[in-house]
């Protein structure tokens, strides 16, 4: 006997996490965002089979509509720690991990603000993204997600800009689709001579 399964994904429930938390995220992120807002079976193992299938199986000849794939350090080579989804332009690719953070807090906390109610995995989620915006965790002691998300905003706009710059972006032009993709080759360490 055959069971079907209505549940998505894992591909499917990464990839619309990563389009709630909309900047290059940890995996922990990801999978803590899915538990808490959508339910699932998503794991960080999970995660890290996927990404490893995902890069075993692109090709440049048939690519999928979308990947998850490794977030883009700034020499356009992966960042192994954060994930993002390939359909993003690379601007939105690149790791800027403090505004990625609040980023992803602002819409967070706006998409559970959004709900008629807030369940007890949901309120544990934005008590831990409370505590990594500037007073965050007094914005919501009354449980406010909407307060959260303006005090994630406030720090946002109080934090230098991040700005990719022209040429990076033109490099990344010049990569071929799979390194667009999956990262740029990775420079090598210049060897020190004699001291």
């Known amino acids: 006997m055959t069971r079907l399964s ?3 994904s894992i591909r499917e429930q990464a990839r619309r996490a990563l389009l709630l938390i ?9 999978v803590d965002v899915h538990g808490a807002l959508f ?3 998503l794991s960080r193992s999970a995660l890290a089979a996927l990404l490893r299938d995902e890069e075993r199986e692109w090709s440049a000849d048939a690519p999928p509509a979308y990947s998850i794939c490794p977030a883009l350090q700034a020499d356009l080579t992966a960042d192994r720690g954060r994930l993002t989804l390939s359909t993003w332009p690379v601007a939105g690719r690149i790791a800027a991990p403090a505004a ?7 819409r ?17 989620l934005l008590r831990g993204l409370a505590d990594g915006v500037p007073g965050g965790p007094e914005a919501y002691a009354v449980q406010n997600p909407s307060a959260l998300a303006d005090a994630a905003r406030a720090a946002l706009a109080a934090a230098p800009a991040t700005q990719v710059p022209e ?14 993709v999956w990262g740029g080759p990775t420079l090598p360490q210049q060897r020190r001579g004699p001291a």
């Open 6 to 8: 209505t549940m998505p």
């Open 22 to 30: 909309g900047a290059p995220a940890p995996a922990r992120l990801v």
């Open 39 to 41: 339910g699932g079976d």
């Open 100 to 106: 990625d953070a609040l980023a992803a807090v602002v």
């Open 108 to 124: 967070i906390a706006e998409f559970v603000a959004m709900r008629e109610s807030v369940g007890q995995t949901a309120a544990a």
């Open 167 to 180: 040429e990076i972006i033109q490099r990344w032009a010049t990569l071929d689709p799979r390194q667009r």
